[in-house]
């Protein structure tokens, strides 16, 4: 562990947590393709083109914040196991 000082409640004080903001940009997506397909058909190409990048914008959007999230979460649980390494030690009968 690079930072040994470092524990649990100080490590990250605003966490991501991307449920409810990841489901609701998935929505936002799903909307923005449907209509881009939509506009796709009905013949309006670049108004088309637009929606379908940005659907694809949110999208790379959402995976760099799941990505933030995954190594948040991860450096969290190796302090939690680190904690509980320390606390087995510390209790250890013998």
Not at 26 to 50: E, P, Y
Not at 67 to 83: F, G, P, R, S, T
């Amino acid at each position: 562990m690079k930072h040994k000082n470092m524990d649990y409640d100080n490590r990250y004080k605003y966490k991501l947590n991307m449920l409810e903001p990841g489901l609701t940009m998935m929505k936002l997506i799903g909307v923005l393709f449907v209509t881009g397909i939509l506009f796709w058909v009905a013949g309006w190409h670049w108004l088309s083109s637009i929606t379908l990048f940005l659907a694809g914008a949110v999208f790379a959007v959402l995976l760099i914040l799941l990505a933030i999230e995954a190594h948040q979460d991860k450096v969290l649980n190796d302090i939690a196991m680190w904690e509980n390494n320390d606390l087995e030690k510390k209790y250890e009968i013998g």
